[in-house]
C-alpha cells in the first residue's frame, strides 16, 4: 500500500491527510481474488492501458488512473446485477480505506448509480470503458486477430453496425468521447495506441 500525496493530480494540500491508494500489485491481487474470467481481466488491463495513456496526456497521475481502470469492474463476475454491481464493490474499496477518488470513480463509470462523473478521472474511465471493448471486439475479427492490425476507420465502421457486439453501448462511446472534449477520430485513436501498446498482455 502506498500514501498517494496527490491522487488527483492537482496541487498538494498541505491539510489534506495522505490518501490511501493500492499499488498496482495491489491491484492486480485485488481483481484477482475476485475476478477468474480471462476476458473480464483482459478488459482489466485494456482499460488500464488506456487510463494511463490518458493520465500522460493529461498530465495526471498514471499510476492512480492505471489502479481505477484495473479496479473498474473487479466484483462484476461475482455481482453482475443493476443492484449490486458496483456497489458491492465499492463496498469492499471503502472498507479496505481506499481514498474516495477511486472508490467515486468506480460508482461513476456505469450509468445506473446516478453519481456524477465530475472530475476528469471519471470522465475518462466512462470514455475508455466501452470503447476499449469495441477496440477488442474488433480486433477479435480482423484475420490476424492482433491490435496491429486494427484502424480507427474498422473500428468506426463497427461502430456503425448495430448487429456488431451488440452488448456495447455505443452512445456511451459517443457521449464519453464528448465528455473529454475529444473528437471521436482522436478518442478511438487513443485507445488503439495505447491498447496496441499492451497487446502482450492482452494477447492480441
Not at 89 to 97: D, P
Not at 116 to 135: H, I, N, Q, W, Y
Amino acid at each position: 500500500m502506498k500514501a498517494n500525496p496527490n491522487p488527483r493530480g492537482t496541487n498538494p494540500n498541505p491539510l489534506e491527510h495522505d490518501v490511501k491508494i493500492p499499488d498496482r500489485s495491489e491491484a492486480m491481487t485485488l481483481l484477482a481474488e475476485h475476478t477468474k474470467n480471462e476476458n473480464l481481466i483482459k478488459h482489466a488491463l485494456a482499460v488500464e492501458a488506456a487510463m494511463q495513456h490518458y493520465a500522460k496526456l493529461f498530465g495526471e497521475d498514471e499510476a492512480l488512473w492505471g489502479v481505477v481502470g484495473l479496479l473498474h469492474d473487479f466484483d462484476y463476475e461475482e455481482h453482475p446485477t443493476l443492484d449490486e454491481h458496483p456497489f458491492k464493490g465499492a463496498e469492499i474499496l471503502r472498507a479496505k480505506g481506499y481514498d474516495e477518488s477511486l472508490v467515486k470513480a468506480v460508482l461513476s463509470h456505469a450509468r445506473h448509480t446516478q453519481v456524477p462523473r465530475e472530475t476528469r478521472l471519471e470522465k475518462t474511465l466512462f470514455a475508455v470503458d466501452e470503447l476499449s471493448g469495441m477496440v477488442t471486439a474488433v480486433a477479435l475479427v480482423r484475420p490476424s486477430k492482433k491490435l496491429a492490425d486494427v484502424t480507427v476507420s474498422s473500428v468506426k465502421k463497427k461502430l456503425k453496425d448495430k448487429a456488431f457486439a451488440r452488448a456495447l453501448n455505443r452512445e456511451d462511446i459517443l457521449e464519453g468521447a464528448e465528455a473529454l472534449g475529444v473528437d471521436l477520430d482522436t478518442h478511438i485513436g487513443h485507445v488503439i495506441t495505447a491498447m496496441q501498446a499492451a497487446s502482450a498482455g492482452l494477447g492480441l
